[in-house]
């Protein structure tokens, strides 16, 4: 039987992944990688020329039937008429629009309170209950991670570029519409941003989308932009599709070309690459830290820490992020001049709790909670417990315990954890999966180190161009299970010094 191939796209924070794989069996046949520049803003060409040079390291996509691009979410991509990018894309981890986020809260805690008392459950206080109002509306509370605080920063301080904006899209939507064929055009002309295309897990991460009502809160996005004559793209269902890649990029050599599937937001297309069902729980350490849940129904916390994000299969992903995920770690590794093993190595020498030594790793501000403007900070030191073993065991400690805030935060919502998945580039740390089950209170499921956002594209493809009603059944390798005894002194010292 000949052998059917699909491409799953990553673009992340960092790099740009091109997995191609068989459909039949979600077995690797060829990949390849580009970095992306670092910071916290960036020209969405560069991901473009990644995209580029990642394909060629794959082998080409000309044998490809059908691709699907995973992408970091919130960022912001605005394009003029001519379909030029305006500005450097702002991304998920820039926190410059945090006073807009605030402003827009307030804006919305200050509107009249429903004429139907539908709102007799909503805080007093006007911050939370515009909080709450904006969980109502769009599943989440405002942070400067989402989309539209960024929008409303641009609005606020660029008032020029504001002007010249025509579009406005996230990095997956703009990759995807880039391999369909479309780009910039000439002056005089004006690109198909018609053709623009995201899905419900992506759109669901702006801010202006209501994933429950699988519409666009156009009223939302003048409030940021003042306006709301933009073209967003087209929210397609899980298994839609009406764009072909340009045969100069994929699809060659296959008959009718390469479809494009919606593709979506990392986080949920981890959990598709990882088969996830209810009840699971996959805890990813990368840039971010994410603790992620697959919900049948909408989830609104009206606490306003857990985000309600939809999912790449119809239903819904609560999740809990935070911005300070592995790269605690390498400041762990910084400070003090170690490797990753060298940093294990010094964390075994010392005991659960550190002797004491506590820290709260908000290096970069903080997202969960959302404390955009705080920095990172180290209690409990004394002369006898300062030691490289007891700092280095502190940095992972916290690394672990922030991730316990989120699954907390999550089971708040009544999702009754079943299982616990550990993936991305801080699960290979040997520190953080020797103790990952003391801190996190259960044993926990390593699946087998993998680009699972590449993986979840890939099985998306496939999933589009069989035509089936669910996905491909692809096997999930667990590597380990990892088991530990429960420290729960060690989450209570962290919590009173967190606050």
């Known amino acids: 039987m000949t052998q059917i191939l699909v491409a799953g796209v990553d673009t992340s924070t960092q790099s740009t992944k091109v997995r191609v794989t068989d459909a039949a069996t979600g077995e690797l046949v060829r990949f390849g990688q580009a970095k992306h520049p670092d910071g916290t803003s960036c020209d969405p060409n560069a991901w473009w020329d990644a995209f580029l040079e990642a394909s060629a390291q794959a082998g080409g996509l000309d044998d490809v039937a059908a691709l699907a691009v995973g992408g970091q979410q919130h960022g912001m991509v605005l394009l003029d008429q001519q379909g030029r990018v305006v500005r450097d894309a702002l991304l998920w981890n820039d926190t410059r629009s945090a006073p807009d986020a605030e402003r827009l809260i307030a804006e919305l805690g200050e509107a009249a309170k429903a004429e139907d008392g539908s709102e007799d459950e909503l805080s007093d206080d006007p911050i939370m209950r515009g909080r709450q109002r904006w969980v109502k509306a769009v599943g989440s509370s405002l942070v400067a991670s989402l989309t539209i605080t960024k929008i409303a920063w641009v609005a606020a301080n660029e008032p020029e570029n504001a002007a010249r904006v025509a579009a406005v899209c996230l990095p997956h939507d703009w990759l995807s519409w880039r391999i369909a064929g479309h780009g910039p055009v000439a002056d005089g002309e004006s690109a198909d941003l018609g053709a623009l295309f995201t899905d419900r897990s992506d759109a669901s991460g702006t801010g202006y989308f209501d994933s429950a009502a699988n519409e666009y809160r156009m009223d939302l996005v003048k409030m940021a932009f003042g306006r709301d004559d933009v073209t967003l793209p087209r929210v397609l269902g899980p298994t839609e599709t009406s764009a072909v890649a340009d045969p100069a990029i994929a699809g060659k050599n296959v008959p009718g070309g390469c479809i494009i599937a919606p593709g979506g937001g990392d986080n949920a297309m981890a959990s598709l690459g990882l088969s996830m069902g209810v009840g699971d729980v996959s805890i990813s350490l990368g840039t971010s830290g994410v603790a992620a849940a697959i919900s049948p129904a909408p989830?609104?916390?009206?606490?306003?820490?857990?985000?309600?994000?939809?999912?790449?299969?119809?239903?819904?992903?609560?999740?809990?992020?935070?911005?300070?995920?592995?790269?605690?770690?390498?400041?762990?590794?910084?400070?003090?001049?170690?490797?990753?093993?060298?940093?294990?190595?010094?964390?075994?020498?010392?005991?659960?709790?550190?002797?004491?030594?506590?820290?709260?790793?908000?290096?970069?501000?903080?997202?969960?909670?959302?404390?955009?403007?705080?920095?990172?900070?180290?209690?409990?030191?004394?002369?006898?417990?300062?030691?490289?073993?007891?700092?280095?065991?502190?940095?992972?400690?916290?690394?672990?315990?922030?991730?316990?805030?989120?699954?907390?935060?999550?089971?708040?919502?009544?999702?009754?954890?079943?299982?616990?998945?550990?993936?991305?580039?801080?699960?290979?740390?040997?520190?953080?999966?020797?103790?990952?089950?003391?801190?996190?209170?259960?044993?926990?499921?390593?699946?087998?180190?993998?680009?699972?956002?590449?993986?979840?594209?890939?099985?998306?493809?496939?999933?589009?161009?069989?035509?089936?009603?669910?996905?491909?059944?692809?096997?999930?390798?667990?590597?380990?299970?990892?088991?530990?005894?429960?420290?729960?002194?060690?989450?209570?010292?962290?919590?009173?010094?967190?606050?």
């Open 299 to 499: 989830a609104y916390d009206m606490t306003a820490s857990v985000t309600g994000f939809a999912d790449c299969t119809g239903h819904w992903l609560p999740l809990a992020c935070t911005i300070n995920g592995s790269r605690i770690s390498d400041a762990g590794r910084a400070a003090l001049g170690v490797s990753y093993d060298e940093l294990a190595d010094l964390a075994a020498q010392s005991v659960p709790g550190a002797e004491g030594i506590t820290l709260i790793p908000y290096f970069d501000g903080e997202r969960t909670p959302n404390r955009p403007d705080a920095t990172a900070t180290l209690h409990g030191m004394t002369l006898k417990n300062t030691t490289k073993a007891n700092i280095a065991r502190a940095f992972v400690e916290a690394l672990l315990c922030s991730q316990r805030d989120c699954l907390e935060l999550v089971k708040g919502l009544g999702v009754d954890v079943k299982r616990i998945l550990l993936i991305g580039g801080g699960a290979k740390s040997a520190a953080v999966r020797a103790y990952a089950p003391s801190i996190l209170g259960m044993d926990v499921l390593l699946p087998k180190t993998d680009e699972y956002v590449a993986i979840g594209a890939a099985r998306q493809a496939a999933w589009v161009l069989g035509g089936e009603a669910e996905p491909p059944a692809w096997e999930l390798t667990i590597e380990d299970t990892l088991t530990g005894e429960p420290t729960p002194e060690v989450y209570a010292q962290y919590a009173k010094y967190r606050g």
